[in-house]
């Protein structure tokens, strides 16, 4: 029974850590952070080179100034006029509520040949923002949208938090095949 417990609290812990780690529209496959937007898909890497010379996937580590770069993957998307809003989430319902008001940085629609996308942009405060990537056609009828929520500044805390349960469960789990290897081996016997 306790080692069904334990496998149990295993993969409990191991859905919230995947659930701690996943963000969103983006996801990390084969080392690159992949958006979904459509049936296509654009890479996603944030740097900021006045505080370290690492790549960022989703999160942004600190407040200041940020690079962002998004690459299309397919020709569909190189064809298509390419805008991207940063709201910052207030707890709104939808995207659209207050959205002027609610907009970080607005990068016009605009075709990218290269599939390229790039801008640069201080975030002076922390907190919880949503990333919009639009791609539409010329003629409108087709348009695609990737929505992914971020935070700015708050690695730290998630990275703590993730520790904390994961070296919890570890605690427990240890505690668990102690009890079950020794002390109850030990009743047994007696």
């Known amino acids: 029974m306790n080692v069904r417990f334990l496998g149990a609290l295993l993969l409990g812990v191991a859905g919230f850590a995947g659930q701690a780690w996943a963000h969103g529209g ?35 580590p600190d407040a200041g100034p940020t690079i962002i770069v998004l690459d299309a993957q397919q020709d569909e998307l190189r064809d298509m006029a390419l805008e991207i809003r940063i709201l910052r989430n207030v707890g709104q319902k939808d995207d659209n509520e207050n959205m002027e008001a609610n907009t970080e940085i607005y990068v016009a629609p605009k075709k990218y040949k290269t599939g390229t996308l790039n801008f640069d942009y201080n975030f002076t405060k922390k907190g919880n923002f949503i990333g919009l990537v639009k791609a ?28 904390l349960v994961l070296g919890a469960a570890g605690l427990i789990g240890f505690g668990l095949y102690y009890k079950h290897a020794f002390i109850d081996k030990k009743k047994a016997a007696a």
């Open 26 to 60: 983006v996801s990390i496959d084969q080392g690159q952070c992949i958006m979904k937007i459509g049936p296509d898909t654009m890479t996603f890497t944030g740097y900021q080179p006045q505080k370290s010379r690492e790549q960022f996937c989703d999160d942004i």
């Open 136 to 163: 539409r056609n010329d003629d409108g009828s087709k348009e695609y949208v990737s929505r992914f929520p971020f935070a700015v500044g708050e690695t730290a805390s998630k990275d703590l938090l993730t520790g």
